[in-house]
């Protein structure tokens, strides 16, 4: 990555951490807690600013994960902004929409609302300072069934493990299915964006196409959402930590597991197809 893009990226960490900041605390919630006291810096006044110099970093982080898509994706500059910032911010949207008992029924379409027009100007900035044409032929994304699978099942797992083994703050017991039903919902999504985009990243070796998705696609939304979760309300950075340790690890299990079974299965079965088909439609 040159100089003059990560300044860009920078450029853009800064604008979206600036936007984050007038939409999440200058324009909060009516329904602001249900549960959860508030950050003690946020009563302090101390919180947006803290937010906002946290916020630049991981925002530059999360939106120079455009970087590995940039070379491969096919398609006019709009087309590749608009593509990539969708995914992203669809993952952040079910973040944001986890059941907890701290969030109200409001809060649900709010938070949606602020986070579809954050990655809305992201999708705009992406498109004029970074994307790139290109209108080659690219193979299409299609859908892994089996890798879907993988992924609603191990995130299921490790939200089972924060849940029912570690404690992590969550919903109380009587409503403890919603959760779970939240995690295979997150994991199918994943395992959705993972199909979308795994033809384009820039790696193509098996094991470093996991990682890359993995670390440089989904940790940064996750560490995000996180950092901030916990900059807001008044709640136990351990538990942050354990959510976001495992979320990731299911994520990079996940993709090793799909890397080295799910899609060259796929593609081996699809080339014993088209070999069969020609073998059964050659001339006599």
């Not at 450029?11 to 939409?23: H, Q």
């Not at 990243?201 to 996991?210: M, N």
């Not at 796929?266 to 439609?281: I, W």
Request: net charge positive; charged share 10%; proline share 4%.
């Amino acid at each position: 990555m040159g100089r003059k893009r990560l300044l860009r990226y920078l450029l853009i960490g800064l604008i979206t951490s600036g936007l984050m900041v007038i939409l999440f605390y200058w324009f909060k919630n009516p329904t602001f807690q249900g549960v959860l006291a508030p950050n003690p810096l946020l009563t302090s006044g101390l919180s947006p600013w803290l937010a906002l110099i946290v916020g630049i970093p991981l925002f530059t982080w999360l939106s120079s994960a455009y970087d590995i898509v940039d070379r491969r994706l096919p398609g006019s500059k709009n087309t590749k902004a608009i593509f990539f910032s969708l995914l992203q911010g669809i993952l952040l949207v079910l973040y944001i929409t986890e059941p907890l008992p701290h969030r109200l029924l409001a809060d649900y379409a709010l938070n949606t609302v602020k986070v579809t027009l954050l990655f809305v100007i992201q999708a705009f900035i992406l498109q004029g300072l970074l994307a790139t044409e290109r209108y080659q032929t690219g193979k299409r994304p299609f859908i892994y069934w089996r890798a879907i699978c993988v992924y609603a099942i191990t995130f299921l797992v490790s939200r089972w493990i924060n849940y029912a083994l570690i404690g992590v703050y969550a919903e109380p017991d009587a409503f403890i299915s919603a959760s779970y039903t939240w995690a295979v919902l997150m994991g199918v999504t994943i395992g959705l964006v993972f199909c979308s985009i795994q033809r384009y990243l820039t790696k193509q070796q098996r094991t470093a196409k996991a990682l890359q998705f993995s670390l440089r696609f989904f940790a940064p939304l996750c560490v995000s959402y996180h950092v901030l979760f916990g900059l807001y309300y008044h709640i136990s950075w351990g538990n942050l930590i354990s959510r976001t340790a495992l979320d990731i690890l299911a994520v990079v299990v996940a993709s090793f597991i799909v890397m080295q079974w799910q899609v060259n299965e796929y593609d081996n079965s699809m080339s014993e197809h088209h070999s069969n088909y020609h073998q059964d439609n050659a001339p006599c």
